[in-house]
């Protein structure tokens, strides 16, 4: 048995600069795991806080409190206690911290030196992340598809335009490695085209190009033609995939598209993002409506769920309670896995395992701040989550990721790729 010696945080600071949380655990045999917490703009109201300093020093973002709280009560709780048990570890970081928003110790002190136990786990084990993890829980390891942003927008890009995320997906590719191939194509045919309008403007923050558009509709209309620029017939091997974040829009059934001076009720968004799916090669689309309007969300369930995977992310945040709720009302039929929303891996898990048992479809998800930390790469390949939303194809936080499985697709094979297998159900063109 190899138990945990001692536990520090320090503060880094992740890719937009802001302070955020690292944690190092060593073993008392020396092995050493390590972990940062990610930090999202477009948060749901429900999710684990983040533990700030407030105040006017760095804006009031600073982390020295739940620095604080992991070099204290939380590397107290934990030293001496067996590192291959998570579940263990876990407990004790939540019996310190029963909040449900664990504003107490900090969701980012949580999530950090949760996932620091897990890579402690993985070294002293001697296996790679992923192994741990698929051994651990028992599933199947597999490479995900994944989702990956064109075109950045609302939070994300000084909300230019409402929608957040225009993504592409390549169920159709052949190996993990072809769709970072066929992914490179589309990006850089979409910066071509802006280029081309005089629309170049630089990156959103999840490295999608910036999005100088007119109308949401128009930043679907470039990306179709950016995915036939780069060769490929959309709805073929290259699909669309959305991320509405609609509550960042939205309050008790009443949307605002402001880029278009819009403002729109539960059913208008309904009918006009049914008027998209029609029109447009999408698969999956993430919040297309507010956490706070939840017959909408089972509305739009209702009449595009069975051709279209529609992802809880702020309207789920992680959480296996709100996930058997939903599965129960008929809201979503996929759910958006931040560990960071909820605080720890075992409770990520078991929201998860709850996803799974409803017959959802599952998607490991970065944060828009981020950093070199790679884990959410091996926990969706542990996991066998199906997919992986990481953000965009530039800035090294996000290509880490990306790489990430490109070295796990060296020791699993390529075969181990999912390819459409999680939107089989979905598929756009059938
Ligand atoms: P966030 O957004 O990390 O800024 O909350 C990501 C998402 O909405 O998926
Ligand atoms: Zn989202």
Redesign the pocket.
């Known amino acids: 048995m190899s138990r945990i010696q001692s536990v520090k945080a320090r503060r880094v600071w992740d890719s937009r600069g802001k302070p955020t949380v690292e944690v190092e655990i060593v073993l008392d045999n020396g092995c050493l795991g390590r972990a940062i917490a990610p930090a ?4 749901g109201s429900r999710e684990a806080l983040d533990l700030r300093d407030g105040g006017a020093s760095l804006r009031g973002v600073d982390v020295s409190r739940a620095v604080a709280n992991v070099n204290g009560p939380i590397a107290a709780t934990l030293k001496g206690l067996d590192v291959r048990d998570q579940q263990a570890a876990d407990n004790a970081i939540l019996e310190l911290d029963p909040s449900p928003l664990k504003e107490v110790m900090g969701g980012n002190a949580v999530v950090a030196t949760s996932l620091a136990v897990l890579h402690a786990a993985a070294i002293d084990a001697g296996k790679p992340l992923w192994r741990h993890v698929s051994d651990y829980y028992g599933q199947q390891p597999s490479l995900p598809l994944p989702e990956i942003q064109i075109f950045g927008g609302g ?2 890009a000084g909300r230019r335009v409402d929608i ?1 995320d225009f993504m592409i997906m390549v169920p159709g590719a052949s190996s993990f490695d072809e769709v970072m191939e066929i992914t490179s194509e589309v990006y850089f045919a979409a910066g071509d085209i802006m280029a081309s309008r005089g629309k170049t403007a630089g990156l959103a923050d999840e490295g999608g190009w910036w999005p100088v558009f007119d109308s949401n509709e128009e930043a679907l209309e470039t990306l179709v033609l950016a995915i036939e620029k780069a060769g490929e017939k959309p709805g073929e091997r290259v699909v669309i995939s959305l ?1 509405v ?1 609609a509550s960042e829009f939205g309050k008790n059934g009443s949307y605002r598209l402001a880029l278009e001076d819009r403002e729109m009720s539960s059913e208008a968004l309904i009918d006009m993002l049914g008027r998209w799916l029609d029109a447009y090669p999408i698969v999956s689309i ?1 919040d297309p409506i507010g956490e706070d309007d939840p017959e909408a969300m089972v509305e739009f369930t209702r009449r595009f769920g069975d051709r279209v995977q529609i992802i809880g ?1 702020d309207y789920l945040v992680t959480s296996a309670r709100l996930v058997e709720e939903a599965a129960n009302t008929g809201a979503c039929n996929a759910v ?1 896995i931040k560990v960071n929303q909820i605080g720890t891996v075992s409770e990520a898990v078991e929201t998860f395992k709850a996803a799974k048992s409803a017959g959802w479809g599952t998607i490991v ?1 970065a ?2 701040g981020e950093t070199e930390d790679v884990s959410i790469s091996h926990l969706s390949v542990g996991l066998g989550a199906g997919q992986l ?1 990481v953000g965009s194809f530039q800035r090294s936080e996000r290509m880490a990721k990306w790489n990430e499985c490109l070295r796990i697709q060296d020791e699993l094979g390529s075969d181990a790729f999912v390819g459409d297998a999680p939107l089989a159900k979905t598929w756009w063109a059938s």
Do not use: F, P
């Open positions: 999202g703009a477009s948060r939070a994300h957040q991320d974040a993430e992310d958006l998800s944060r828009s939303k």
